[in-house]
């Protein structure tokens, strides 16, 4: 009987890593071995965790600049501790947050050129965790909106500009939170838990609406992203340590879509998704593969495309903005593969010998303009994210969304006030003085 191939315009898609000079070499990445990408990347630049002494850093490359890496690269230095995760603004290029284990989300701005020296002052800090922050999530409608987790168990959304918590959706997660990700109209955010449940939060009603136990049965970690407005999709474990991954309807996460066993590999799956051609990434912590799908709405839902195969492992990897892909080349996607010291995009392309721009593979992408105000969107308002053309000759009205970070006052005290707080200081260093002398005095009677 004649085998029967699935027909597929991304059937034959393949990956090809940069050249070298177009790599970034000698890069000292973080050995920290908390679960995120470890990168981010927009398109002017690739952020990457480095590894530092004395407090947490990262370096923002330019795409322009490639090749080895100068050993005195100027870095974002400005925490306590170890940076965990790093997630750069969808609305503007030269904005990137940055979450660490000093318990702080911090906001920075990349000068215009690049960075030239080290940068320790954030343009805004986020303070209201009570144990280290492991994941960011700018949301991609509402401009100035990032969803943070920490170890606390907390979810929290923020309004960087003003540096306020507009929402906190405390003691619904029983354990660490593994990763969260927003829904495509920002409205809905969805988390992955060590308590092996998946959540969908209402964040602007404070509550879950939607959850499932044992999503994933194993005890290492989870992820979920969102495939399109009406999937969800999550990575894991099986008891017997399998890597599997399931699909579930956000309306009800009673019954799973489609379940399916990858391999035995130690390394979480790391899921990115393009929701312009229904394209499903799969890259392996520890391994060198990154598996591709086609996402369809017939059962089973997720087609095996092919793989793209390395003898070398990825600690982490992030996708590209479609916006910055190369169209004449058929580009269909762009991940950054991230090594022990080594930064290799890999170009995915579908095979065509036309010139012609091809419409088909390439239907109008996420923007990267905002469709609401921090403001409309606390007030409850929805809507969808904005799209363009990557036609060749479509000119883009490029808007410079800016930010001007509201910096927090500190509260200054009355003369009344500064007075009472004098008097009690001076109290204070008159009790401690009689209770030194005093213990003086006992001193010289013991020795006496």
Known sequence: MSRVVRSSKFRHVFGTVFKKDQC??????????????????????VAVIYEAQGGGSFAVLPWSVGGKVDPKLP??????SVVLDIDWNPFNDDLIASASEDC?????????????KTMDTPL??????KRKVGSIRFNPVANNILASTSTDFAVKIWDIEKGDTKFSIDAQHSDLINSCDWSPNGALLATSCKDKKLRI?????NKVVQEVADAHTGIKGSRCIWLGKDRLFSVGFTKSSERDFSLWDPRNLSTRLSTNIVDSSSGILMPFYDPDVNMLYLAGKGDGNIRYYEVVDEAPYIFFLSEFKSNTPQRGACLVPKRALNVS?????RIVKVGTSKLEPISFQVPRKSDIFQDDIYPDCYAGEPALTSNEWCAGKDAEPKKRSLAPGFVAKEKVVEFNPVQKQEAKLSEEDLKKEVDRLTNRVAFL????????????????
């Open 201 to 205: 939060i209402d964040p602007r009603g």
């Open 329 to 333: 080349d058929c580009e269909i996607a």
């Open 124 to 129: 805004q800090t986020l303070n209201g965790h």
């Open 75 to 80: 870095l974002i230095s400005g925490h306590k």
């Open 104 to 116: 702080t989300v911090k906001i920075w701005g990349i000068p215009s050129g690049g960075m030239t």
């Open 24 to 45: 970034f070499d000698d890069v000292r990445v973080t050995r920290n071995a908390w679960d995120t990408d470890l990168a981010a990347a927009n398109g002017k630049y």
């Open 433 to 448: 003085e009689a209770e030194l002398i005093k213990k003086d005095a006992k001193i010289k009677e013991l020795q006496g």
